[in-house]
């Protein structure tokens, strides 16, 4: 059987058999946490197929360009446990990665972190190609007969199509406008002190705990 039958037949079973099947993990540093990762995880989930969404928190920090402030796994976990999951669906996790990597980290939780019986998907945005990508070969690497295939573990492709962009942005980054939200854009933000263009990194849910997140983020 090769990967699209085989996982055809995945998800058939899924949705015939039940809903609420898939655990979705999330593999990264987020250094930190923006719109286009809370979007992510908010499709998934408030899908009826998913039944736990983890993220799986890398700990290497990450320094803004002038080295003015350093975001670290701390900073990370409390914007993300105490901002933007009470806005998101209760199934959401924060959960130490298995492997400072992300990629590695993903393998790591299938070989040796999932339960026998569970489906996993890595999560992607089909509107990211490379992201897509990498979560299809996540697949076809794991399916029964390929290389990484455990016994007892059923990993699917299972993509979202969301995708968060600037908008709103002023000065001299409103170029920025209209492209994908970036991490390190969000960091310049945070080292410039500058709440106008930090507020375009984060959730619309959250935008009234601008000043908070700020702080958390650059202390000084």
Avoid: C
């Avoid at 055809?8 to 987020?30: D, K, T």
């Avoid at 007892?152 to 939200?181: C, F, H, L, W």
């Avoid at 854009?185 to 000043?211: K, Q, S």
């Amino acid at each position: 059987m090769n990967f699209l039958e085989t996982y055809n037949s995945i998800m058939g079973n899924l949705i015939l058999e039940s809903r609420n099947q898939l655990v979705a993990i999330f593999p990264g540093g987020f250094k930190p946490p923006h719109k286009g990762h809370y979007e992510l995880v908010k499709a998934y989930a408030s899908d009826p197929m998913i039944s736990e969404v983890k993220i799986l928190l890398g700990p290497k920090t990450r320094k803004d360009s002038r080295n003015k402030v350093t975001i670290t796994e701390n900073m990370s976990r409390e914007i993300w446990e105490n901002y933007y999951i009470p806005t998101l669906p209760g199934n959401v996790v924060v959960d130490d990665a298995p492997d400072p990597v992300p990629v590695r980290a993903s393998y790591v939780y299938v070989q040796e972190i999932a339960p026998e019986g569970e489906f996993i998907t890595l999560m992607s945005s089909i509107k990211d190609v490379d992201d897509a990508k990498r979560s299809k070969e996540f697949a076809e690497k794991h399916a029964p007969g390929a290389k990484y295939y455990r016994e007892g573990v059923q990993v699917v492709y299972y993509p979202k199509d969301t995708v968060a962009r600037y908008e709103n942005r002023v000065g001299e980054t409103d170029s920025m406008n209209g492209k994908s939200i970036s991490a390190s854009m969000m960091r310049e933000d945070i080292a410039n002190r500058d709440l106008v263009n930090f507020v375009t990194n984060l959730p619309t849910e959250v935008h009234n705990y601008a000043d908070n997140i700020l702080n958390i983020l650059n202390p000084n």
